[in-house]
């Protein structure tokens, strides 16, 4: 067992001081990051087992991203998933920035293996994407795309009508081909 293993909090906990933080608790954030050092010192020490010098600066630039994106955290979600997401693309940009190829290959069966969900990236990325278009129709994608709910659920969560949903949705949609086409 790790050092400090026994004293880890439990994802229903992190996920809770999250929330807590989320909701203008200063003290849950606190206990949040406090929590998740020895969680990065983890992740970061089986995966950069031959640069330990680097792993404190790692787990300090992840509880910077942790901070400073905390508004993308998706409260439905798991929070190991959106926290290893960024962990994961932390230790990406350094090694690109150290000049060095990042070891991807083997990465995903890490993080397969360890429980991680490819989703949290993929949602990250869906997050970004959707923060690009206007609030309605985001909501709209979201509603009925992301969380699965019928035209007349996603009309009822976001108090519209049906056939705005339905337009929303399509435009919505129709721009982000477009973002991505453009991208591409």
């Known amino acids: 067992m790790e050092r400090g293993a026994h004293m880890r909090a439990s994802e229903v906990q992190l996920k809770t001081w999250m929330i807590g933080g989320l909701d203008g608790d200063p ?21 950069m087992h031959d640069r330990p010098d680097d792993i404190d600066d ?17 409260r439905e979600r798991l929070f190991s998933g959106w926290l290893f997401a ?3 693309y932390k230790m990406i940009d350094h090694f690109r920035r150290g000049g060095r190829t990042c070891p991807i290959e083997g990465l995903d069966d ?3 293996a360890e429980g991680f969900e490819d989703a949290s990236t993929a949602r990250i990325d869906v ?25 007349t659920e ?31």
């Open 154 to 184: 996603a009309a009822a969560r976001g108090k519209m009508g049906e056939s705005d949903v339905k337009v929303s949705v399509h435009r919505g949609l129709k721009a982000l081909a477009a973002r991505i086409k453009g991208e591409s």
């Open 86 to 88: 960024i962990a994961r």
């Open 58 to 74: 790692l787990v300090q630039e992840t509880l910077i991203a942790v901070h400073t994106r905390r508004a993308t955290y998706d």
């Open 27 to 47: 003290a849950c954030h606190t206990l949040l990051l406090r929590a998740l050092v020895p969680v990065l010192q983890a992740f970061y020490r089986r995966r």
């Open 110 to 112: 890490i993080l397969v």
């Open 127 to 151: 997050d970004r994407l959707l923060r690009g278009l206007p609030a309605k129709q985001a909501a709209a994608i979201r509603a009925t795309r992301l969380d699965g709910l019928s035209t």
